[in-house]
């Protein structure tokens, strides 16, 4: 079960690292597009910032969940050193617990929000939703489960083992 669990958590969070990825090409294919147009041609397009503002959100909150199974998210190095193994796992699952807390708010809210500002549109871009930007905060929320408790379950502490 927990290896199985762990191949979920590997896709899951592979497949939100590819979305964090294209977001943040997509960002910067869009600022070299922006700067062209502004700089080179003269005609500034100024649904390109509205864009860019948005893919990086959505990399932002896609990118999450790999810093929470890397172990890199929520540290708390200086206990987690002075400690034995046991106020060590202790640590561990203070943290899971308000990690899960803090994503479980992130989605109730944030879907919230998304709904409310589905009657909103993007400035410069008035065809779509603001819906589509606000989605990314329970979508970032809900990639961000499987590797909280994928650190949990299978620690790695990358942040801790390179610090000097």
Same mark, same amino acid.
């Given at each position: 079960?927990?290896?199985?669990?762990?191949?979920?958590? *590997? !896709? /899951? /969070?592979?497949?939100?690292? %590819?979305?964090?990825?294209?977001?943040?090409?997509?960002?910067?294919?869009?600022?070299? #597009?922006?700067? +062209?147009?502004? #700089?080179?041609?003269?005609?500034?397009?100024?649904? /390109?910032?509205?864009?860019?503002?948005?893919?990086l959100?959505?990399?932002?909150? +896609?990118?999450? &969940?790999?810093?929470?199974?890397?172990g890199?998210?929520?540290?708390? $190095?200086? +206990?987690?050193? !002075?400690? &034995?193994?046991?106020?060590?796992? #202790?640590? $561990?699952?203070?943290?899971?617990? %308000?990690? +899960?807390?803090?994503? @479980?708010?992130? =989605?109730?809210?944030?879907? $919230?929000?998304?709904? *409310?500002?589905?009657?909103?549109?993007?400035?410069?871009?008035?065809? =779509?939703?603001?819906? !589509?930007?606000?989605?990314?905060?329970?979508v970032? @929320?809900?990639?961000?489960? &499987?590797?909280?408790?994928?650190?949990?379950?299978d620690?790695?502490?990358?942040?801790?083992?390179?610090?000097?």
């Amino acid at each position: 079960m927990k290896s199985l669990f762990l191949t979920l958590e *590997r !896709w /899951t /969070t592979a497949i939100a690292m %590819a979305g964090a990825c294209a977001m943040l090409a997509i960002s910067a294919s869009l600022g070299m #597009f922006q700067i +062209l147009m502004r #700089f080179v041609l003269e005609q500034p397009a100024e649904w /390109t910032e509205v864009l860019i503002r948005f893919s990086l959100i959505w990399m932002v909150f +896609l990118a999450i &969940p790999m810093a929470f199974r890397q172990g890199a998210m929520v540290s708390v $190095d200086v +206990l987690y050193r !002075w400690s &034995p193994p046991r106020i060590r796992r #202790f640590l $561990d699952w203070a943290v899971a617990i %308000a990690a +899960l807390t803090l994503v @479980g708010i992130i =989605i109730w809210w944030g879907f $919230d929000y998304a709904q *409310r500002g589905s009657v909103q549109t993007m400035a410069g871009l008035e065809s =779509i939703s603001m819906f !589509w930007a606000y989605i990314a905060l329970p979508v970032g @929320g809900l990639f961000c489960i &499987p590797g909280i408790i994928g650190n949990l379950i299978d620690p790695k502490r990358l942040e801790l083992e390179t610090a000097q």
